[in-house]
């Protein structure tokens, strides 16, 4: 199936602090990506969904001011939690589609990223 | 109300012995997809196999397959002759619309599975 990155894996970092989470789409071109946030033994949460180009759509709760997601090209997605506090900390995952990229048109996963504020 | 419920939080399996997986959903949109993912513990979401909602065959890929029943509104996940390394998280989730990119999937709230040897 079609490859997903994201970077870092994991980041510690101190309350106040902004971190950028990137997504990248290795071998398809994604015109849409998605972000989650996963707590332990939870599902996924919908943070926002991004079109490259254009703003991203956050879901109902989801402060646009905290998470910034910018969607700059079709193999790039990121996400900036800014000012960071411990109930930021979670698991960040990305997802992405693409018109050639998998028969469902399924999103495809990144590996995700474990946020840890302190 | 929950669009995609799992009703079953865990579940033990021996090894090389097939386990289902419950998942029912809500959506009065004629057109949808179910979807299963298997997520490690590493964390990442691997795609399983998918259903259309006007597939008129139950999908299968290899050793996972789809027990759906439109009327009762269930997509259950079979696995046969488990493996230790089926040992993980499984979600179930929905599009709603056509198959166009961009459409959202709402997750269940999942099943973690145990395979004993």
């Known amino acids: 199936g079609a490859v997903v990155s994201q970077h870092p894996s994991w980041v510690i970092c101190k309350s106040g602090t902004s971190v950028k989470i990137e997504c990248r789409s290795l071998d398809f071109q994604a015109t849409t990506m998605f972000w989650y946030r996963q707590f332990p033994k939870q599902s996924l949460m919908l943070m926002a969904t991004s079109n490259e180009g254009s703003k991203a759509t956050y879901e109902q709760g989801v402060e646009k001011d905290k998470f910034l997601i910018n969607h700059a090209s079709l193999t790039l997605s990121t996400l900036t939690v800014t000012s960071a506090h411990p109930e930021d900390s979670s698991f960040y995952i990305c997802?992405?589609?693409?018109?050639?990229?998998?028969?469902?048109?399924?999103?495809?996963f990144g590996p995700g990223t474990r946020l840890t504020v302190l | 109300a929950q669009k995609i419920t799992q009703t079953q939080p865990g579940m033990f399996v021996q090894e090389k012995e097939a386990v289902t997986l419950d998942c029912t959903y809500d959506t009065s949109d004629p057109s949808y997809g179910l979807f299963w993912y298997k997520q490690p513990s590493s964390g990442e979401m691997i795609f399983l196999i998918y259903?259309?909602?006007?597939?008129?065959q139950n999908a299968t890929e290899g050793r996972y397959s789809l027990n759906f029943q439109k009327a009762r509104k269930s997509a259950n996940l079979v696995i046969s002759a488990s493996q230790l390394g089926d040992s993980a998280m499984y979600f179930c989730?929905?599009?709603?619309?056509?198959?166009?990119?961009?459409?959202?999937?709402?997750f269940g709230g999942g099943t973690r599975v145990l395979v004993k040897p």
């Open positions: 997802s992405a589609v693409g018109p050639l990229a998998g028969e469902y048109n399924e999103q495809f």
């Open positions: 259903q259309g909602s006007y597939d008129q």
């Open positions: 989730a929905m599009r709603e619309g056509t198959k166009a990119a961009g459409n959202k999937l709402t």
